[in-house]
């Protein structure tokens, strides 16, 4: 089974994340971010490492979701390959490789944003993690 799935919503994307860890729950909800934006980059560009703070872990969250959003939608890029090294209360570390689309190379699917709503970050009873985001599409 993969560590990501779609939910069905009427009007936007929700994705669901599992894994034993918090970070791979937010790796597998990254995986599914990107496969819904288009085919994976076979050519991804040199690691780069990205730092993103909040308030809370919620805040870190969904600000990381929405780093790679703005990195897809406003620099025009592809990411590839995201490595969560460190989830912290505050703070999501990552490396991802990316590089820039081409130009006229359309997404798959136009997604503006994670949301805070419907957001769920929990330890599930046999120990491994969920992460489910809404996206706003």
Not at 38 to 61: F, I, K, N, S, W
Not at 64 to 77: A, C, G, I, K, S
Request: proline content about 8%; aromatic content about 6%.
């Amino acid at each position: 089974m993969a560590p990501w799935r779609l939910l069905d919503h009427p009007a936007d994307l929700a994705v669901e994340g599992r894994g034993d860890t918090p970070a791979a729950a937010l790796a597998a909800v990254m995986e599914g971010l990107l496969a819904q934006l288009g085919p994976g980059d076979p050519h991804p560009g040199p690691p780069e490492d990205l730092t993103v703070e909040g308030l809370d872990r919620q805040e870190a969250l969904v600000s990381t979701l929405n780093e790679l959003l703005y990195r897809v939608n406003v620099q025009q890029r592809w990411l590839a390959c995201p490595q969560v090294l460190e989830l912290a209360d505050t703070r999501v570390r990552l490396r991802i490789r990316s590089r820039r689309r081409p130009a006229g190379q359309a997404l798959d699917t136009e997604i503006k944003a994670a949301t805070y709503h419907d957001l769920q970050f929990a330890a599930n009873p046999d120990g491994s993690w969920r992460l489910r985001v809404l996206f706003d599409v």
